[in-house]
């Protein structure tokens, strides 16, 4: 399970490295813990904006991720005009980002795993020239 210094930490490397790559780019803390919806990351550039939920993991298990947050993330997306996104980063892997959509589903959640994230998930650089 992810600690939140981790989550923290991953969030905010993922913040620089939009900003890197000229994205304006903020970090919403303690967004999984407050009353309304919004993304651990909201990025935009020229007129386009991504909402971004981040999960990062060791070794190859699988990250679970609640309804909830995604019926969130795709709530604060469409009222906002973003993108939702959902980043996950393994350990020693680099970034990947996959749409709601494309996130595989158990009978208590939604989830990602190292497989599913190399087959469906697109990279970074891939990500801001759509």
């Known amino acids: 399970m992810k600690t939140k210094g981790k989550g923290a930490r991953t969030e905010r490397e993922l913040l620089h490295k939009f900003w890197e790559h000229k994205w304006l780019c903020i970090r ?15 990025a935009g550039r020229k ?11 060791k070794g190859t298990q699988r ?6 947050q995604i019926q969130e993330l795709d709530e604060f997306a469409r009222g906002f005009g973003a993108e939702a996104w959902i980043g996950v980063r393994f350990n020693g ?3 990947k980002f996959l749409k709601p959509t494309q996130l595989g589903t158990s009978q208590r959640a939604f989830y990602v ?18």
């Open 93 to 95: 892997l680099p970034w």
């Open 47 to 57: 007129g386009r904006s991504l909402a971004i939920e981040c999960k990062s993991s």
């Open 28 to 42: 919403i803390a303690g967004s999984g813990s407050m009353p309304h919806p919004c993304p651990d990351l909201l």
């Open 113 to 130: 795993d190292r497989a599913l994230a190399h087959a469906k998930g697109i990279d970074f650089l891939s990500l801001i020239a759509r």
């Open 63 to 68: 990250r679970y991720i609640e309804t909830r």
